[in-house]
T-cell receptor
Framework: KAGVTQTPRYLIKTRGQQVTLSCSPI?????VSWYQQTPGQGLQFLFE???????NKGNFPGRFSGRQFSNSRSEMNVSTLELGDSALYLC??????????????FGPGTRLTVL | GIQVEQSPPDLILQEGANSTLRCNFS?????LQWFHQNPWGQLINLFY???GTKQNGRLSATTVATERYSLLYISSSQTTDSGVYFC??????????????FGGGTRLMVKP
């Protein structure tokens, strides 16, 4: 099976702009989670989508949003970009059985730079 | 929520040496994974190990769930083992969905 794919791999934006990142999970996986990695805060959970519904959300402002499509592909959007949004954004894919043992697989990430 | 702590934060080894990385977690878990982050940022799965012991080549891992810790062993280290190692855990709380909580990582440098 193909792994988790993320596009684009690199992005450069300016403050105030918005950005959309895409994640395609492993075939058959219904859960997609998003994480932000920064040198100061480490790896932090943004949100998880399962069967087109947001199942859990981390402690991020409303400028961060996401959605999931019927084919399980997911997008996340960041509006009104701030310098502090510069980070590596990672998406994880799993079968999505909440409360069960469920290995998560990560994509290569999108590196966002906000100038 | 669950807290995950890793030690040591930094480790420098000579090629061929062995090492042990530790991960402590504050709550019962139904998922514990070890990852190696490559230079390009991708998290490579090493082990899925909520309990017990597993081995994969020069790497092995042990999780003692009742004592809330996990260990990653690297034997005969190679320069290609360099990078950051993360452990991540998920609790039995169904409201948490699939959320993984990550430790701060151990940055390993293997010198030739």
């Amino acid at each position: 099976k193909a792994g988790v794919t993320q596009t684009p791999r690199y992005l450069i934006k300016t403050r105030g702009q918005q950005v959309t990142l895409s994640c395609s999970p492993i075939s058959g996986h219904r859960s997609v989670s998003w994480y932000q990695q920064t040198p100061g805060q480490g790896l932090q959970f943004l949100f998880e989508y399962f069967s087109e519904t947001q199942r859990n959300k981390g402690n991020f402002p409303g400028r961060f949003s996401g959605r999931q499509f019927s084919n399980s592909r997911s997008e996340m959007n960041v509006s009104t970009l701030e310098l502090g949004d510069s980070a590596l954004y990672l998406c994880a894919s799993s079968e999505g059985l909440a409360g069960s043992t469920d290995t998560q697989y990560f994509g290569p990430g999108t590196r966002l730079t906000v100038l | 929520g669950i807290q995950v702590e890793q030690s040591p934060p930094d480790l420098i080894l000579q090629e061929g040496a062995n090492s042990t990385l530790r991960c402590n977690f504050s709550d019962s878990v139904n998922n514990l994974q070890w990852f190696h982050q490559n230079p390009w940022g991708q998290l490579i799965n090493l082990f899925y190990i909520p309990s017990g012991t597993k081995q994969n080549g020069r790497l092995s891992a042990t999780t003692v769930a009742t004592e809330r810790y996990s260990l990653l062993y690297i034997s005969s280290s190679q320069t290609t083992d360099s990078g950051v190692y993360f452990c991540a855990a998920k609790t039995w709380d169904n409201n948490a969905g699939n959320m993984l909580t990550f430790g701060g990582g151990t940055r390993l440098m293997v010198k030739p």
